[in-house]
């Protein structure tokens, strides 16, 4: 294998597939990335044999096609210091790999393309094709309430619902709760569900872009998300993803309308006074105004006034303020709708299609 190569479009290609690279495995090849030449494309690939498989096209000069894997780690970090200028890559039979540039040589050890896994294709059933810029907004609205808690594994990732042209995407921990619902055009009547991993969703908010479309194969127990040059193919959740519509609000609220910017710093300046033992955010409602609030014990106190519309009764409410500002960072109106009913029952935040449920603190 010989190719010839842009080093900005080799980073950018290794880049892409870093992260599904094994850190921790008893499979050395795991820690290395496949590379492989057909005409002037060059395919590389990685992964981690548990969640997440990435393989990526780059175009590139192909003097001889041929394939092998090398150090994932080490050829990043070396393409990385090489001059801007092409770079020569060739591994000869013995999996010894030359990578030239400029003066500079390097020679590094690989490994044969035998020992590597083969990555699985979609089979084409199920496919919903959705703009990679819808794609991205929906994940950056969702994605922030995916649980962390291993004890509660089916709640480690984003659950997708398609019906026809109507999809769901539902994220939550318990305590707070992101839906958005995105209608596409299909013909295909397709009906699936899954539940896909927090470690996906990452990398595709790092991968997806602005323009074009993002093919996504929902299969058995994988998903792959495709686009024009890269293929994400995950593992997903097993096991059954909580009624989220039994905790939807059936009563509708009191009405408070609020400067998004104003409520966002005002609930940043009173996180400031939160601890760990310590994090509850005091609201309080009164006609066109609302008072926030901290205490925290042996460090101080915060106060602030906000002008808002609400004409419902007084009521004070205690929240987590980094889970109102994880939902006051994604909406995007300049001013914010929520509905509260009192302080024992969920907070809603809503905007076209979307809907944030935060449950209340004592305070």
Known sequence: MRFVAEKDILQKGLHSVQNAVASRSTLPILSNILLETQNNTLQISATDLDVLGITTAATVKTIEEGSGTIPAKRISDIIKELPNAEVVVTMKKNNMFTVESGNSVFKIIGLPKEGFPQLPTPTHDNKTTIPQASLKRILQRTTFAVSHDETRYVLNGLYVSINGDTLHFVATDGRRLALIEHTINTTTKIKTQAIIPSKTTTELLKTIKEEGDIEIYLEQNQVFFKTNETTII????????????????????????????????TMKRASLLSTPESTAVKIELLKNKMVVSKTTPEIGEFRDELSVEYAGPTL???????????????LEGETVEMEVVSAAKPALFKEERY?????????
């Open 234 to 265: 995950s593992r997903l959740i097993e096991g059954e993803y909580p009624d989220y519509q039994q905790v939807l609000p059936k009563e509708k609220g009191e009405r408070v309308v609020a400067e998004k910017e104003g409520f966002y710093s």
């Open 316 to 330: 004070t409410i205690g929240f987590n303020p980094n889970y109102l500002m994880d939902v006051l960072r994604v």
């Open 355 to 363: 809907l944030y449920l935060v449950l209340p603190m004592q305070i």
